[in-house]
Nanobody
Framework: VQLVESGGGLVQPGGSLRLSCSVS????????MSWVRQPPGKGLEWVST????????TYADPVKDRFTISRDNAKNTLYLQMTNLKPEDTAIYYC??????????????????RGQGTQVTVSY
C-alpha cells in the first residue's frame, strides 16, 4: 500500500492550494479516506473525511467552508482544495485511512494507513 501526497508549498494568507494524494495497493473506491495535519510542535489533527459511498464529506470546524475534499476513483486519487488559507493552516498534511480520534476532539490517535505528508506553509 502506498499513499503519496503532493501539492504543498508556500502561500500567502488568503491564497489557495490543491493537495493531491495518489493511492495504490488497495481498492481505493471502497475506502473511506481522510486528510489529517500536524502543525509545528503539535500532534496530528483531523481535517476532513470523504466516504466510499454517497455520504456527505465531513470537515473540522476550523476548515469548514474553506476546504473541499474530493476523490477521483478512476485515478485512485484523493484531493483537498484549500482556499482562504490562514497562517494557522501551516502544517504537514497527510492523506490517511482508518484513523481514530480521541472522543469529542479532532485529535488523531492513530491511522492504519498514512502517506509521507506534504508541507503547507502560509506566510507573507
Amino acid at each position: 500500500v502506498q499513499l503519496v501526497e503532493s501539492g504543498g508549498g508556500l502561500v500567502q494568507p488568503g491564497g489557495s492550494l490543491r493537495l493531491s494524494c495518489s493511492v495504490s495497493g488497495l481498492p481505493f473506491s471502497l475506502y473511506t479516506m481522510s486528510w489529517v495535519r500536524q502543525p509545528p510542535g503539535k500532534g496530528l489533527e483531523w481535517v476532513s473525511t470523504i466516504y466510499s459511498g454517497s455520504a456527505t464529506p465531513t470537515y473540522a470546524d476550523p476548515v469548514k467552508d474553506r476546504f473541499t475534499i474530493s476523490r477521483d476513483n478512476a485515478k485512485n486519487t484523493l484531493y483537498l482544495q484549500m482556499t482562504n488559507l490562514k497562517p494557522e493552516d501551516t502544517a504537514i498534511y497527510y492523506c490517511a485511512s482508518g484513523c481514530a480520534m480521541s472522543a469529542g476532539t479532532s485529535v488523531i490517535t492513530k491511522c492504519r494507513i498514512r502517506g509521507q505528508g506534504t508541507q503547507v506553509t502560509v506566510s507573507y
